[in-house]
């Protein structure tokens, strides 16, 4: 016997879309469209798109999107709320506050696992004042003309971001914590141009270095959307839209909202 066809209405759409929900289905497009065909269709002729279809049962989309983004990223790199707790446990504490600059990928677990860097300290049992006052400690003999004496020290080569992180990860650190950025640090020592084009040139576009530069813009102030970033950093855009399948998925898998950036005019 042949199975009776749904008769589909703005109303019944609504109703079998909160019947998932409750069920704790996935409504994202892409488990909807494979899943429940029948029901994405219908509600594409209703509704104009399933987003539209979904706020109209009285749940938030965009909530449901970032949710499927958070999931797909831990499924990627393999971290959860235990994992995180488990590497910050690893790390002495007067190095905790630098892990934003050093492991970019816990930084960024943390902050989606618990919601900020500081949550996360704090949930591993530390106190996250006395993270902060150990780091203050640990650089108090790093004037910034002993970084600057120290960089002229070392050769062209040795300057690259790949070696300083491996090699010289202190100096590194110090410098970034005094000028900003490892490329301001190498510009008040005098280095050439060229040189520092070459310490970052030959770098890999790594996940973690691409929300690492995406936070850095972001902390100066710099625009962030797209068309700025295919504009003035292209080797950037580039790379963040073959990892991540777009811009704005880029800039919210580093722990920022991109829909709140461009509307924002500092940054867009």
Wanted: proline residues 1%; contains cysteine.
């Amino acid at each position: 016997m042949p199975r009776k066809k749904t008769k589909w209405s703005d109303e019944k759409i609504v109703e079998e879309i909160k019947k998932l929900h409750e069920a704790g289905e996935a409504l994202t497009v892409k488990n909807t469209a494979k899943n429940h065909s029948a029901l994405y269709s219908a509600a594409l002729r209703y509704f104009h798109s399933w987003a539209d279809a979904v706020e109209a049962a009285g749940i938030d989309y965009d909530a449901i999107r970032r949710a499927s983004r958070r999931e797909a990223i831990r499924k990627i790199t393999k971290w959860n709320k235990e994992r995180v707790l488990e590497e910050i446990l690893k790390i002495p504490k007067a190095d905790l506050w630098f892990v934003y600059k050093n492991n970019i990928a816990l930084h960024s677990a943390a902050r989606r696992e618990f919601g900020s860097w500081k949550k996360a300290v704090e949930a591993a049992g530390y106190d996250y004042e006395e993270i902060n006052e150990l780091a203050d400690t640990k650089y108090t003999s790093w004037t910034k003309e002993k970084i600057i004496r120290m960089i002229r020290e070392l050769s062209p080569e040795q300057l690259s971001y790949r070696n300083m992180t491996k090699e010289h990860l202190l100096l590194y650190s110090a410098a970034y914590r005094k000028f900003g950025n490892w490329a301001n640090a190498l510009r008040v020592a005098g280095i050439d141009e060229m040189v520092i084009t070459k310490c970052f040139k030959n770098r890999k576009w790594t996940s973690e270095k691409i929300l690492k530069e995406i936070r850095e813009r972001y902390r100066r102030g710099e625009k962030l959307s797209s068309g700025y970033m295919q504009k003035h950093h292209p080797s950037l855009f580039s790379a963040a839209y073959r990892r991540f399948g777009s811009w704005g998925e880029a800039v919210d898998a580093a722990g920022l909202d991109y829909r709140t950036i461009i509307r924002n005019k500092a940054h867009t």
